[in-house]
């Protein structure tokens, strides 16, 4: 201390010496937004707003949220994320949701879009508010005061309906789930396809055809579990089964179990009873080895059915086990004489599975993919079947097959039948590998299978164009353009085009049609949905495309 310092006074003194400090950077949260797909749900969403918009003479001025403000005042959190009651579902969405509008919490001239999941048209209930996004904001529905028309909540089957993701319409009755998904039909043909829709060059869609089974269907199901990073051993066993969504507090008996990302679910009633029985396998079995898990992982649930005759002894294979260490297994019996069809779980995605349909095999890897829903599949393969036929075709012209996007062969061999030849093309090499297979065990003599791109097929077909159909059948995205302009300049008589994604279908019908060298020649024939996924608001959707 200095002489100077010692006349000071003595909180001077000890203070701090000031130097010029940088001043604190504010951290303002800003609105991370995706890149997403036009066709995915989230994509979808817009034009579902736009329209929402326009039947209530709103603009998206009108809705827009203030998201600098919503994510960086501290009072915003309170004012957005509110309960609102009187709130009146206007339609569905496509990914089964329902859609309303609700006062805007701060701006008494404006409103916000709602999305509520396990909301229906008509149903006059309370939200609770808890995510803003710039366009729409997400809710939960908790009570449910007026309900619509066509809520059978006395129809819901399984205690997790209402916070599993998986369904979204079993308080429906079966009618209205099929009018419903017509509706996601018509509204995808409406947004992804303006310019057809205009010009009136689209027909009405037919009725959604049903499923034999409306449960215990899926020959397929993935549950799985996650574990959590800090964790270095599990205390205790995770939830095992699929995503939360919703809270179900407008379900007066639900059994929920334990909150979390993933419900904990020992039976899928949208399942079949042999799944459901490896799926308790297999619970049983992580119950004792969660600890060795340090990621979460994804447990796989195929059915396999072997046609046994009544003559031959039952070889059981790999497959799921019950708690005595015996493969689990069950008998159904089928119309043809003699025979019996038996069915196990299997849980490894290299072992190879059997499919029975209307008199054929598959054999297909487990991991690979195969038609989930085994009771619709003669049915859409006949509808497919009947729909390749070429007009004015006489008995005695050679007619062929492309089957795009072939997979294991499930079109291409059940649709052999009164074609010269068969062409299949599949990206997959082993899945060419058992369409091969297939076709011999089927014996199927007209049939080659080719491993390659879609876009790549048209080099090597040398079938004449106008006497050959092709079949497309390809993932959620859809086609590419390469892709559609080479089947225009090859110009088939007829294109039969399966999507399980009708807003990728309904926007490659409209490009294929109004902007490929002569897709001016085709005109839709017919739109036809297929309910694959019977419960939930899947659709599947055949389009077939005629020359004029
Ligand atoms: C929806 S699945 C249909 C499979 C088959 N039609 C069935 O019903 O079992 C789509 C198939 O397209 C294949 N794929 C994906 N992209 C492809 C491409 N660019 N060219 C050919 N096949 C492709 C996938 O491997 C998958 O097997």
């Known amino acids: 201390m200095t002489e100077d310092d010692k006349k000071r006074p003595a909180s001077e003194v000890d203070a701090k010496p000031v130097t010029h400090q940088p ?20 994509g979808v969403l817009q034009y579902e707003i736009e329209e929402v918009l326009k039947e209530h003479n709103l603009t998206k001025d009108n809705i827009s949220n203030d998201m600098k403000y919503v994510l960086n005042d501290p009072d915003a959190d309170a004012k ?13 969405i496509s990914n089964g949701d329902g859609i309303s509008i609700i006062p805007h919490p701060e701006d008494s001239t404006k409103s916000q879009i709602v999305v509520v999941p396990f909301g229906l048209p008509g149903d006059i209930g309370t939200i609770k508010v808890f995510k803003t996004h710039p366009l729409y904001v997400e809710s939960d529905l908790l009570s449910i005061e007026t309900p619509s028309p066509v809520r059978k909540d006395s129809l819901i089957n399984c205690k997790y309906f209402g916070k599993c993701s998986g369904c979204q319409y079993q308080n429906v009755e079966y009618d209205q789930q099929l009018k419903f998904k017509r509706q996601t039909i018509i509204n995808a043909y409406k947004y992804f396809a303006p310019k057809l829709n205009e010009l009136g060059g689209l027909p009405n869609v037919d009725n959604t055809e049903a499923s034999p089974l409306q449960y215990g269907y899926r020959t397929k199901l993935t549950p799985h579990f996650n574990v959590p990073f800090s964790k270095k051993e599990l205390e205790y066993r995770p939830n095992v089964g699929f995503g939360a969504k919703g809270r179900p507090t407008w379900r007066k008996d639900g059994e929920f179990g334990p909150d979390g990302s993933i419900l904990d679910i020992e039976e899928c009633l949208i399942g079949t009873a042999i799944i459901n029985t490896g799926m308790k396998n297999e619970r049983r079995k992580f119950e004792g080895e969660f600890k060795k898990y340090k990621k979460g992982a994804t447990i796989l649930l195929r059915e396999d059915t072997k046609v046994v005759h009544n003559d031959e002894e039952v070889k059981l294979g790999e497959g799921s ?55 619709i599949l003669p049915i859409v393969t006949n509808y497919v079947k009947s729909n390749l036929s070429i007009p004015n075709s006489t ?12 997979g294991s062969g499930l079109f291409s061999i059940t649709c052999s039948k009164n074609v010269s030849k068969v062409i299949g093309v599949e ?57 559609l302009n080479q089947l225009s300049s090859y110009h088939p008589a007829k294109i039969v085009y399966i999507s399980c994604n009708v807003h990728s279908q309904a926007r490659d019908v409209e490009w294929f049609i109004n902007n490929t060298e002569h897709g001016k ?28």
Not at 395 to 406: H, S
């Open 395 to 406: 008995p005695d012209q050679r007619n062929y097959l492309v089957d795009a996007y072939c």
């Open 521 to 548: 020649d085709y005109y839709v024939e017919s739109i036809r949905g297929f309910d694959f996924f019977p419960q939930t608001h899947h659709v599947e959707s055949v389009a077939v495309l005629a020359l004029k």
């Open 427 to 483: 990206v997959s090499a082993d899945s060419v590998k058992f369409a091969e297979r297939n076709a011999q065990a089927n014996n199927i003599e007209n049939a080659k299978f080719i491993v390659g791109k879609a876009e790549e097929i048209f080099a090597n077909i040398d079938t004449p164009a106008d006497r050959t159909s092709v079949i497309l059948d390809p993932p959620r995205k859809g086609c590419d353009d390469v892709f």
């Open 321 to 375: 086990v019950d708690e005595n260490g015996v493969v689990s297994h069950l008998e159904v019996s089928v119309e043809e004489e003699n025979t019996k069809l038996v069915k196990t779980c299997v849980t490894n995605t290299r072992q190879i599975v059997k499919e029975y349909i209307n008199g054929y095999t598959f054999e297909f890897s487990a991991g690979e993919f195969f038609q989930n829903n085994n009771s």
């Open 23 to 42: 001043k604190k950077k504010v951290h303002r949260r800003k609105y991370k937004t995706k890149e997403v797909d036009s066709t995915s749900p989230l």
């Open 80 to 92: 957005y994320h509110r309960i609102v009651s009187n709130v009146k579902i206007l339609a569905l």
